[in-house]
């Protein structure tokens, strides 16, 4: 079975340019989970979801940054624009509703804003 | 809010040796749990163990345990019997139950680096 899939695995970008990550969550995971890892912050929550639905973004660092999820299958994170202190790993995690203390992490996109 | 302190930023132990990891958490609640994560080179976040608070007997897998003094807010990880492949970032997390159930708060981890 296929875990948490995450692209680009790297994206290298131009500050105020737009940047999409995008995160495919384990099937049957009704739970989404958005991290960011910096050196400066470590690894924070950013957002979550339950059924597609935003339950608690008080993570997401300013309204250049977004999140969706349209369907149980997609999410995506989105900056616009982007900053250099945007550059970090970028970490997607999917669980089960009563099981959310097992999350199953992806394997990060890193971000690197010029 | 809760807060996880790991006070080692970095640890080294002999191929073979035993290591105990560090970590203290501040939470007036009594329904959470802890958890230590894993993150190699390769990035992946993995989890090695979970402790869920109301359970006194400490969790163990494999050659990896926790001492988890509840009363003292501590929850500290011992890898036994050393391997190169256990060189890596350790994270200690902490999560509450009730309506925060799923948020993981992480400390600022622990390099351990694993010598033969």
């Known amino acids: 079975d296929a875990g948490v899939i995450q692209s680009p695995r790297h994206e290298v970008t131009e500050m105020g340019q737009e940047v999409t990550l995008r995160c495919k969550p384990i099937?049957?995971?009704?739970?989404l989970f958005w991290y960011r890892q910096t050196m400066m912050r470590g690894l924070e929550l950013l957002i979550y979801f339950n059924n597609n639905v935003p339950i608690d973004d008080s993570g997401m660092p300013e309204d250049r940054f977004s999140a969706k999820m349209p369907n149980a299958s997609f999410s995506t994170l989105k900056i616009q624009p982007s900053e250099p202190r945007d550059s970090a790993v970028y970490f997607c995690?999917?669980?089960?509703?009563?099981?959310?203390?097992?999350?199953?992490f992806g394997p990060g996109t890193r971000l690197l804003v010029l | 809010a809760q807060t996880v302190t790991q006070s080692q930023p970095e640890m080294s132990v002999q191929e073979a040796e035993t290591v105990t990891l560090s970590c203290t958490y501040d939470t007036s609640e009594s329904n959470y749990y802890l958890f230590w994560y894993k993150q190699p080179p390769s990035r992946q976040m993995i989890l090695v163990i979970r402790q869920e608070a109301y359970k006194q007997q400490n969790a163990t897998e494999n050659r990896f345990s926790v001492n988890f003094q509840k009363a003292a807010k501590s929850f500290s990880l011992k890898i036994s019997d050393s391997q190169l492949g256990d060189t890596a970032m350790y994270f200690c997390a902490f999560m509450l139950g009730g309506t925060s159930y799923g948020k993981l708060t992480f400390g600022q981890g622990t390099i351990l680096t694993v010598h033969p």
């Open positions: 099937s049957g995971h009704d739970y």
């Open positions: 995690a999917s669980s089960l509703r009563f099981f959310r203390e097992t999350q199953y």
